[in-house]
């Protein structure tokens, strides 16, 4: 088991993949709790720095589509890598949306982002209700997406 932050970094780190295969892990799955490294807006890439502590890595991609382009040209990646969308990653893109909730315009666009994502080769979406950065989101714009 791995935090969120050795998922977030272990694609650009080897020192975390030889880990995950000394314990036989061969696959591993980032974007968990609600929070994933694209599709990422301005907002988005400060929240990631802040919360997850990124700073080092140079965030060159905005969609699904780019992050597993670059993932899949690095040289180093030694295990079979999935990611999800977060939850909060998609209303990151909302400017202001990160702290209330959606107007029914915003849901849509949300739903539009999440089907994006998942055609971009996303696995799925994953939340993070438990977290204090998704307290009191409205579950209906987890369930009207799909």
Request: net charge negative; proline share 3%.
């Amino acid at each position: 088991i791995t935090s969120n932050l050795d998922q977030i970094n272990f694609p650009f780190s080897t020192p975390y993949q030889e880990n995950f295969l000394e314990n036989g892990i061969t696959t591993s799955i980032i974007g968990n709790s609600g929070l994933s490294l694209a599709p990422v807006s301005k907002n988005g890439l400060h929240f990631l720095r802040n919360w997850l502590g990124v700073g080092h890595i140079n965030i060159n991609w905005h969609s699904i589509k780019e992050l597993l382009a670059i993932i899949e040209r690095r040289k180093n990646l030694k295990i079979n890598l999935g990611t999800l969308v977060g939850h909060l990653s998609l209303r990151l893109l909302i400017p202001g949306a990160d702290t209330r909730d959606l107007t029914e315009s915003e849901t849509e666009f949300l739903a539009r982002a999440l089907a994006k994502s998942l055609d971009d080769g996303a696995f799925g979406i994953s939340t993070g209700f438990e977290y204090s950065y998704s307290e009191g989101v409205n579950e209906k714009e987890i369930k009207e997406p799909a």
